[in-house]
């Protein structure tokens, strides 16, 4: 079975984007694939961020992934933080790359820019993003379009550890097709739906109420000329609409236009879509909730079983770096 691994980062309120862009992937890689899916706690001390919501998105963040239908008897989920090679063999990654090639990290140029001071770990995230995926021999990494980067640079990292110290580490696949779908903001089409945006209008959050919903697609951007195309660039707004029902549906974007003419119509399906799609997710977190003694059951158990795959990974590149074994072999 292919192992598969991703991660996100805890920062509260998933969005849509999040959703369509990588998650339900998730969901989808649960079957015929041994499917490890951590919550990147440790990458959201990157940036300043208060101690009470680094553990109140932590939990938020697991309560949602469980709610979209990952399923603790078909993946293995668990906390970053919890199982403690992520650290450790990100040591080992710091002594592997260089700084010229995390340099080049568009990530990073974008998110320090302008910044008076940037923390250490934001330069070296992609390390630790690189111990997230090698640790557990992952060799199918679904991720966003703007992971790409990252994701070769685990790549190149692994195939010059195993050329210097032996054959250690599974090189992971490049992304994968078709899984890095890009959902727009609803009210700036140009820019992607994100989590972190100020813009509540365009950002349908993953738990929004079906009012919520339907406001917001009532109120997306489209154009002037009203004519009922699929065109990225000349109509981000629309196309954006069409992407939507089409992924809301699995359908083609140029596949739904042909079914309508007149943008109000389209709008209503949209939201009509939406609300059957996110309703389930929203009654299952509610249940969730209600049940906070289990998902700290499944979280106890996912790292559990995260850490027997680590251990064993860690243990072999320390290893080969020449380390000499802890007391416990570790
Ligand atoms: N950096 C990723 C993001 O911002 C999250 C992430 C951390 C990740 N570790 C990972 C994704 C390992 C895939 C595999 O979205």
Not at 144 to 173: I, K, M, W
Not at 207 to 224: G, S
Not at 254 to 261: C, K, M, N, P, S
Not at 273 to 288: F, H, K, M, S, T
Request: hydrophobic share 40%.
């Amino acid at each position: 079975m292919t192992r598969v691994l991703s991660g996100i980062a805890p920062s509260g309120n998933f969005t849509l984007g999040n959703y369509l862009g990588a998650l339900r992937h998730w969901v989808s890689f649960q079957d015929g694939h041994d499917a490890f899916y951590c919550v990147v706690d440790l990458h959201a001390l990157t940036t300043e961020i208060d101690p009470a919501d680094v553990r109140a998105n932590t939990r938020d963040a697991a309560l949602n992934l469980l709610a979209i239908g990952l399923d603790p008897e078909r993946c293995t989920l668990f906390v970053q933080s919890q199982v403690p090679e992520h650290t450790r063999l990100t040591w080992l990654l710091e002594c592997t790359a260089t700084v010229g090639e995390l340099r080049r990290m568009t990530q990073f140029k974008d998110k320090g820019r302008g910044q008076e001071t940037v923390r250490v770990g934001l330069f070296t995230y992609p390390c630790l993003m690189a111990a997230d995926i090698l640790l557990y021999g992952a060799q199918a990494v679904p991720v966003g379009d703007d992971q790409r980067q990252h994701l070769e640079l685990a790549r190149e990292v692994a195939v010059r550890f195993n050329n210097r110290y032996g054959e250690t580490f599974v090189v992971p696949d490049a992304a994968i097709p078709g899984t890095g779908a890009r959902v727009m903001d609803l009210q700036h089409p140009e820019r992607k739906m994100s989590k972190s945006s100020d813009s509540p209008m365009g950002t349908i959050r993953l738990l929004d109420t079906d009012e919520e919903i339907t406001r917001k697609v009532k109120r997306a951007v489209t154009d002037t000329d009203g004519e009922m195309r699929y065109d990225r660039q000349a109509k981000p707004g629309l196309a954006n609409l069409l992407d939507l029902l089409a992924a809301a549906t699995g359908r083609t974007a140029t596949e739904v236009a042909a079914d309508y003419t007149r943008y109000g119509e389209l709008k209503e399906d949209v939201a009509a879509a939406l609300c059957q799609l996110l309703g389930p997710v929203r009654r299952r977190r509610a249940e969730l909730e209600d049940d906070p003694a289990y998902v700290d059951a499944v979280l106890a158990r996912g790292a559990a079983r995260a850490h027997e795959v680590a251990a064993a990974t860690y243990a072999r590149a320390a290893d080969a770096m020449g380390l000499l074994p802890g007391p416990e072999g570790a």
